[in-house]
């Protein structure tokens, strides 16, 4: 009987171990599938916000502008949907002076343009929304040259050597009699112009359709600025001619050295100022300025020459400083620099600011000769016209001489005629032959 107990015992043990090692592995199992769900849950979610991260937009604002610049109108070069990489020019801010390149700061697409084009806007004032991507395709330079290339024209067929045959008349053609009378008259007070109707911009076969632009802001500063100094200063203009031989000269025998050791070309600009600084230290009076304010003339001794560029957008003027402390290098140097910005759009308000004296090259436009207005406040501007070959009389005998027409515009309120034409004539004297310039005379 004992026997029979302690079997029943031993299975109820075994039982009861089986029992155990079951419930521990279905909490194993479950544990197992929770951590499975739970990490799933995790990769999900991190999913989910590296998603989020790639679509997040950002906001660009206008940059900062120079303290005497408020407000200027936005032009946009790009358009809702067109992809935008790092640093690429997307839009710009005209002002009065100069174009403020607007740059996105990173890769990715407009998403919409918070300020329409022509708007006028500030300084970090928030005008486009972009969604960040790195999936911006580079720009297709060869394929687009390839496409041109494929699209090129073939070239027409050779001509047949058949010649066209030609029939000859039979017989002349008859001469129609010439009427007696009028074949149709007309009261002239019945005859009426054509109009036109409000459907159409073409009458009597010719368009006359209008478009109006709006004037953008540095062409109305340029506008008010001129309209200024007729309104203030009493211009007056003289002239005189330049025989360039000696410039040319000079410039044609050096300009391979020049440019073989300072990288810089050697160009007719130079040699003009050079001898406008050299004329304007002589006369001290074109340099000066009248305060307006206060009545008073104020005397510079620095000298600082304004170009005049013309650009696509208008006229600009930037300014070369100290020119009475440079030399042919430095001029160029300086010229250069300029040059390259006014090309790049990227001059500043402070590269256009101030200015005691300006001159204007009408000539490589090949302007033969011209009235230059005042650039206010400065009291004289020059202005170089083109060099042409004409007949002039050498020493009692006619020869061919490569001559430029000058014009110095002044104002009449601070400088008399004679001083005017006199600082003139010092810049002829020094162009016409540059050893004045070294020597001093």
């Given amino acids: ?36 769900a739970r990490l799933s849950s995790l990769t999900t979610a991190r999913s989910i916000s590296t998603t989020l991260a790639l679509l997040d937009s950002e906001i660009i604002k206008t940059p900062a502008f120079a303290e005497s610049i408020t407000s200027g109108d936005i032009r946009w070069t790009k358009e809702v949907g067109d992809p935008v990489r790092a640093d690429e020019v997307i839009g710009e801010v005209e002002t009065d002076k100069t174009s403020i390149p607007i740059n996105s700061p990173f890769n990715g697409v407009i998403e919409s343009v918070l300020v329409e084009d022509g708007d006028s806007v500030g300084p970090h004032q928030d005008v486009v929304k972009i969604t960040l991507s790195d999936d911006v395709p580079e720009p297709a330079k060869e394929e687009a040259s390839e496409s ?12 047949t050597s058949e010649k066209p045959v030609t029939k000859s008349p039979s017989a002349a053609p008859t001469v129609p009699k010439m009427p007696d009378r009028p074949l149709r008259s007309v009261n002239v007070a019945e005859i009426t112009p054509i109009q036109s109707s409000g459907m159409s911009d073409i009458v009597g076969g010719f368009s006359r359709k209008e478009n109006r632009v709006k004037m953008n802001r540095m062409r109305l500063k340029i506008a008010k600025r001129l309209k200024e100094a007729q309104n203030t200063a009493a211009m007056l203009t003289t002239f005189n001619e330049i025989d360039m031989s000696n410039a040319m000269e000079l410039r044609s025998k050096n300009k391979d050295m020049f440019f073989k050791k300072h990288d810089l070309k050697l160009s007719f600009m130079s040699t003009f100022i050079k001898a406008s600084v050299y004329a304007l230290q002589d006369s001290p009076a074109v340099n000066a300025v009248i305060d307006d304010n206060t009545n008073d003339i104020v005397y510079r001794d620095y000298i600082d020459i304004s170009v005049a560029v013309s650009t696509p957008k208008g006229l600009v003027v930037p300014v070369l400083r100290n020119c009475n402390n440079m030399n042919y290098v430095d001029i160029e140097r300086g010229l250069s620099h300029l040059a390259e910005k006014a090309r790049n759009n990227e001059l500043a308000i402070e590269d256009m600011d101030g200015g005691t004296f300006t001159i204007s090259n009408g000539g490589v436009f090949g302007s033969m000769f011209g009235t230059p207005i005042l650039n206010p406040p400065q009291s004289a501007i020059l202005g170089m016209h083109a060099i042409n070959e004409r007949p002039v009389a050498v020493n009692g005998k006619v020869e061919i001489r490569p001559m430029m027409y000058v014009a110095l515009t002044y104002d009449h309120r601070l400088l008399d005629g004679r001083e005017a034409v006199l600082f003139l004539r010092k810049i002829k004297s020094a162009v016409e032959d540059p050893r004045m310039m070294f020597l001093d005379l």
């Fill in 148 to 159: 041109k290339a494929s699209k090129a024209p073939s070239p027409p067929p050779p001509p």
């Fill in 1 to 36: 009987m004992s026997g029979v107990i302690r079997r029943s015992g031993v299975q109820v043990l075994r039982q009861w171990s089986v029992l155990c090692i079951a419930g521990v592995e279905t909490r194993h199992t479950t544990l197992s599938t929770f951590n499975s």
